[in-house]
């Protein structure tokens, strides 16, 4: 009955990741997207200059975790298109429904 908690651990730790990004960069996807290679090239150079032997090594599981570090930041960039789409219509629906229990009640919105 118990499941693993790992892929929560996971999602939230992306999410907050994102966030950080997104945050930093005034909500401006590109940005973030930028500011996150950056960080991710600047750990690849100190991975490199504290391991000289394993440097390739280093280097491509650097490459691999930024290029899944952006696939996530893509698909986190278009769910909160979603949600945004989403807030829109709960909004343009509450107010069809105020305005339709206004009027049962006199009120002129």
């Known amino acids: 009955?118990?499941?693993?908690?790992?892929?929560?651990?996971?999602?939230?730790?992306?999410?907050?990741?994102?966030?950080y990004y997104l945050y930093g960069a005034g909500g401006n996807a590109t940005v973030a997207q930028k500011n996150a290679e950056?960080?991710?090239?600047?750990?690849?150079?100190?991975?490199?200059?504290?391991?000289?032997?394993?440097?390739?090594e280093a280097e491509k599981r650097?490459?691999?975790?930024?290029?899944?570090a952006g696939a996530k930041f893509d698909s986190a960039a278009s769910t909160l298109k979603k949600v945004d789409e989403f807030d829109r219509k709960v909004e343009q629906k509450t107010a069809e429904a105020k305005s339709g229990i206004s009027s049962w009640f006199g009120g002129s919105k």
């Open 1 to 19: 009955m118990s499941k693993s908690k790992a892929p929560l651990l996971i999602g939230l730790t992306a999410a907050g990741g994102i966030g």
């Open 38 to 56: 950056a960080d991710a090239h600047k750990l690849s150079a100190k991975v490199k200059s504290e391991i000289p032997g394993r440097a390739n």
């Open 62 to 68: 650097a490459e691999s975790y930024g290029a899944q």
